[in-house]
């Protein structure tokens, strides 16, 4: 059974920097596409970063440039280092992962595996 825990979030003032954390048991962490969505209170989920198998990336647009997702495979632990946060970053962030190889899919819908969340709230 494949789990994944978050941790790492907190609350932080704008301007500042938080890194998420996921770690993952029960699967073949190698093998799978990682990725991060969060959502905010009232509003849907949002794609934040994506990164597959072999270590490519991808950005929602209101992220790029602020935020890094990395992978290490030996610790099954996924990662998530989030800089420049803004007040428009406070919400739950949620690991998510799919079996495959190649490109990830970016809608929430394509992935059966979540973590419980992780809440960043960022304070003007």
């Known amino acids: 059974q494949v789990q994944l825990v978050e941790s790492g979030g907190g609350s932080v003032q704008s301007g500042g920097s938080l890194r998420l954390s996921c770690a993952a048991s029960g699967l073949t962490f190698s093998a799978y596409c990682m990725a991060w969505f969060r959502q905010a209170l009232g509003k849907e989920r949002e794609a934040v970063a994506f990164?597959?198998?072999?270590?490519?990336?991808l950005y929602g647009d209101s992220v790029k440039g602020r935020f890094t997702i990395s992978r290490d495979s030996a610790k099954k632990t996924l990662f998530l280092q989030m800089n420049s946060l803004k007040p428009g970053d406070t919400a739950m962030y949620y690991c998510?992962?799919?079996?495959?190889?190649?490109?990830?899919?970016?809608?929430?819908?394509?992935?059966?595996?979540w973590g419980q969340g992780t809440q960043v709230t960022v304070t003007s």
């Open positions: 990164i597959t198998s072999d270590g490519k990336t």
């Open positions: 998510a992962a799919r079996l495959g190889f190649g490109g990830c899919y970016t809608r929430s819908g394509d992935y059966s595996n």
